[in-house]
């Protein structure tokens, strides 16, 4: 069958990847090293210690190319994995372009979204190492929904910090993760010191990933039985979700092509960093592939930010790490896609983006509805709010390579679904849905609070 007439391009489960692709080893600008927020010095083990399990921070400063999969993680990576790389006929036909047109769907897994591809490789390690209990942020809810069922499947104990205002718009999403026996509360809460600091300060607070994290690593730090787990942003987390990007060179091989445009929706990173990572060694070898990476106008921490180090959290309890940045004080707008309301990008993609290697776009609220209705339309699939933005990036090229008279071959990262976003879109369809550009004046602000290193 011609690569035409295929819809669904099925990888067979013996190709499922046995390696993790790590980045780091084919970087032409090494990494600059995480530093101790107190004597900003270079971060060693020992300051990681009491956050993370030991397997997960040698993962983070390794520059091996390939990590192996543990055999136990393999396993259960099977039961969604390899996802389907779908060809979007409908979506070509509605938009008459000669362009190709692949999603990669991530939402087959058991908990919708590509985020289970790293909350099971965590959980695992802390297992393996006696953890009894695992806190963790979550924005939209799909981090913590996947760490929820994780940690049910290695019986420990999972604690979620989820930010109030995805909190209040996704009640679904709590169900969700209590479904599957977590606990998951607000943030801020009453139950950490930086959550009650910031409800003195601010009862109506929406909350951040940024205040979200603090409290989840407030909770871990005070209790010896319990590690942190962050379902974005770190090298290790970016390294997991190579999985994505490993399977869908796989399947363009099958149908013998090869993207020119990468694109996935970038909020800490862990997505787009999954599609597009195993592709840098092939754009160093001279391939002509385009990355290009996604963001809410709202918080537009690639294309507005600063290059900085920067705290990871409010209250000051992660690493300094060197992204881009819109300051750790900044305060997003409670835009729907609630996964991309973080102030600063991975440290990988964002050196990739400083060199030069990756593309950065930041798109509005209604647009992204608008293609992600559309989306709806002709591929019969109702997008998580955060794929939308790679949707809308996607269409775009398309119709450029329409006006263009070229056939582009292009391949985005459906991330998720947006079952449980309805609300989201209820709003969309009654034109409540607001364009928000974050101001100058609010950044040059929030940006006085960088650390000085």
């Known amino acids: 069958m ?7 391009i099925i990888l067979p489960e013996d190709k499922l990847p046995k390696f993790w692709y790590n980045v780091q080893a084919d970087m032409p600008t090494p990494l600059a090293p995480g530093l101790n927020p107190v004597t900003k010095q270079p971060l060693g083990p020992a300051d990681l210690a009491p956050i993370f399990a030991n397997e997960l921070i040698a993962q983070e400063v390794s520059t091996e190319r390939y990590i192996e999969i543990p055999k136990e993680v393999h396993e259960e990576y099977k039961k969604w994995r390899p996802s389907p790389l779908f060809r979007a006929h409908g979506l070509e036909k509605a938009l008459d372009t000669p362009c190709r047109i692949y999603y990669k769907y991530e939402g087959v897994s058991p908990v919708g979204s590509h985020k289970l ?3 099971i490789p ?4 802390n297992k393996i190492q006696g953890i009894k209990r695992i806190s963790t942020e979550t924005g939209a809810g799909q981090w913590g929904t996947a760490l929820s069922l994780a940690c049910k499947m290695y019986d420990i104990e999972a604690m979620v910090y989820m930010v109030r205002v995805s909190y209040n718009q ?5 169900i969700f993760m209590e479904m599957y026996g977590a606990t998951c509360v607000p943030s801020p809460s009453p139950l950490t010191e930086s959550g009650r600091k910031a409800l003195a300060e601010n009862p109506d607070t929406p909350g951040t990933l940024g205040l979200a994290i603090s409290e989840a690593v407030e909770d871990a730090i005070g209790r010896e039985d319990t590690k942190y787990s962050l379902g974005s942003v770190l090298n290790h987390v970016c390294m997991h979700q190579s999985i994505i990007g490993q399977e869908v060179k796989l399947q363009m091989e099958m149908v013998d092509d090869y993207p020119d445009v990468v694109i996935g929706c970038c909020g800490g990173g862990s997505n787009f960093a999954g599609i597009a990572f195993p592709f840098i060694p092939d754009k160093l070898k001279g391939k002509k592939v385009r990355l290009l990476g996604v963001e809410p106008a709202a918080c537009p921490s690639l294309t507005r930010g600063v290059f900085a180090y920067d705290l990871g959290d409010v209250a000051g309890f992660t690493p300094l790490l060197k992204m881009y940045t819109l300051g750790h004080n900044f305060v997003p707008p409670g835009i729907h896609a609630g996964g991309l309301r973080y102030h600063g990008e991975s440290p990988l993609v964002s050196q990739l983006y400083h060199d030069g290697l990756i593309e950065a776009r930041a798109l509005m609220q209604n647009d ?12 019969g699939i109702i997008p998580a709010p955060e794929s939308s933005h790679a949707i809308r990036a996607a269409i775009d090229e398309a119709i450029q390579g329409k006006e263009e008279g070229v056939a582009r071959s292009i391949v985005f990262n459906l991330s998720g679904h947006g079952h449980l976003d309805l609300a989201a879109y209820d709003n969309y369809l009654s034109g409540k849905t607001e364009d ?7 950044l040059k602000e929030s940006l006085k609070t960088l650390p000085q290193v």
Do not use: G, H, M
């Open 170 to 174: 996704k009640p679904y999403r709590r």
């Open 368 to 379: 992204c509805f608008s293609a992600a209705q559309l989306f709806a339309q002709t591929e």
């Open 122 to 125: 965590q959980v695992f390690f």
């Open 436 to 442: 928000i550009e974050f101001p100058e004046e609010a």
């Open 2 to 8: 011609s690569r035409d007439e295929l819809t669904k």
């Open 117 to 119: 591809n790293s909350a």
